[in-house]
């Protein structure tokens, strides 16, 4: 609905997010045409043809509304496109984030100039070089946006486990043969949560209202308690103030 469309009509309906919208938002997209979408890591990039991108994120609660039939407290920034579509921004919570960047200068701003390769881009020897060296547990470090951009709590629990790998392990002392299995692994689980539509979790919902429902192929997360494939209880522990959910008896 927005590809190729022209904003017609923007609406600040507060004045933040995380922080502070840009001032010259409305001025900056109203007439532009979208040519481009994107993400990079949990950053969602409209383009337009003014050379701006629309980099925007929606942390724990945010959402796209699609259409909405009436406007909600919590639809903080509306865009109305030239047929007369409209997209809300609802973000409850409030920790989602709106950004207007030059679009040449997306790749080095903020967070994503720090960020590592996509998932489904990530290669064996990328990532063992950049765990080399490496003692903190493979856990940590596969949710740190500059080792691998983008991949949740959800993905590396559902990865590891896959991979067979505990979820403890030093990261420097994963064997060639671990990292190149937790390479696919990761690339696996990552295509499928897309093609599934995503995780449903809690207020988690697709624009289009329907949830996402990768969340009923879970083989770890959010799991405690419940039987693995292999027949041993699925555990959960806490490292650096995460769950994590793993199967002791797999994951070595
Ligand atoms: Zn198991």
Redesign the pocket.
């Known amino acids: 609905m927005l590809l190729g469309r022209r904003i017609a009509r923007v609406e600040l309906r507060r004045a933040d997010l995380r922080r502070a919208f840009p001032p010259d938002l409305g001025q900056r997209l109203t007439g532009a045409t979208v040519s481009g979408l994107g993400r990079r890591g949990k950053f969602g990039l409209i383009h337009t043809n003014r050379g701006d991108t629309l980099v925007f994120h929606l942390g724990m609660s945010g959402k796209w509304r699609v259409d909405p039939g009436e406007i909600h407290a919590h639809d903080h920034l509306l865009l109305e496109t030239d047929d007369g579509r409209r997209l809300a921004l609802n973000d409850p919570r409030r920790f989602g984030s709106v950004d207007l960047v030059p679009t040449a200068d997306v790749g080095g701003w903020g967070p994503i100039a720090e960020f590592g390769p996509e998932p489904v881009d990530l290669e064996p020897s990328g990532l063992r070089k950049a765990l080399s060296g490496r003692s903190a547990p493979i856990k940590a470090l596969l949710l740190d946006q500059r080792i691998v951009a983008g991949l949740g709590n959800i993905y590396v629990c559902e990865a590891l486990?896959r991979a067979r790998i505990s979820p403890r392990r030093a990261g420097g002392r994963l064997s060639l043969a671990s990292v190149d299995r937790l390479v696919s692994a990761i690339g696996e689980v990552i295509r499928e949560a897309i093609e599934a539509g995503g995780s449903t979790l809690r207020d988690y919902a697709r624009p289009d209202g329907e949830l996402g429902y990768f969340s009923k192929r879970f083989l770890v997360y959010d799991r405690e308690g419940r039987d693995?494939?292999?027949?041993?209880r699925?555990r959960r522990i806490v490292q650096g103030g995460r769950s994590t959910f793993y199967?002791a008896?797999?994951?070595h």
């Open positions: 486990h693995c494939s292999c027949g041993a699925v199967c008896t797999c994951q």
